[in-house]
Every structure is written in C-alpha cells, then in structure tokens.
Nanobody
Framework: QVQLEESGGGLGQPGGSLRLSCSAAGSIFSMYNMGWYRQAPGKQRELVASITRSGSTNYADSVQGRFTISRDNAKKTVYLQMSSLKFEDTAVYYC?????????WGQGTQVTVSS
C-alpha cells in the first residue's frame, strides 16, 4: 500500500509554468507505475501523463509537448512540469499509483490558469 500527497498547485498564467509534485510513503515506490490525472468542473477525470517503473512515459494529446512527467525513485516522488499553460488546463490534478492493477490516489491539488 502507498500513500500519495500532491503539492505545487495554485494559480498560473496563460503561457506560464507550474510544477506539481507527488510524494509517496508506505511502500516500495519504484515498483509502482505512476500517473497524473485531472478533473475539470463538470467533466470526467482524465489521464494527463503516466510513467512506468522503467521510466517510459505517455501523454494525453492535449498536453503533449507542453507537460513533462518524471520520477525520482530515491525521493519517492513523481513530478509534472507544466509549461505553456492554457485556460483549459484548469482542473484538480490527482496523483495515481498503480501496482498490479491496484490503484491508489492522492487527495488532489487545484491548478487554476487565469490572467
């Protein structure tokens, strides 16, 4: 079992950058595939980016080329570097851990893009 806690959300400007962090506790972090999801008001939760145990990454088309997911297994942390922010990036962002099909979620962090 793993406990996840996001940080780094807040207010960003269009064209600006934010970095989200997700710290893990309680299990062997390196054994988990990790991901970032987001949920905007009135919309379903969607996958933003994922990174496997071996470091392979995958991105939603809407963030490809703008967002970068990375992980530091020594620090038990996964990051989401968000650049070239758009209004439509406004959402609650959730960290996700997946091991053997068992999913774990953080509590979420709000990202608001506004001028």
């Amino acid at each position: 079992q793993v406990q996840l806690e996001e940080s780094g959300g807040g207010l960003g400007q269009p064209g600006g950058s934010l970095r989200l962090s997700c710290s893990a506790a309680g299990s062997i972090f390196s054994m988990y595939n990790m991901g970032w999801y987001r949920q905007a008001p009135g919309k379903q939760r969607e996958l933003v980016a994922s990174i496997t145990r071996s470091g392979s990454t995958n991105y939603a088309d809407s963030v490809q080329g703008r967002f970068t997911i990375s992980r530091d297994n020594a620090k038990k942390t996964v990051y989401l570097q968000m650049s070239s922010l758009k209004f439509e990036d406004t959402a609650v962002y959730y960290c996700n851990g997946n091991r053997g099909g068992v999913l774990y979620w953080g509590q979420g962090t709000q990202v608001t893009v506004s001028s």
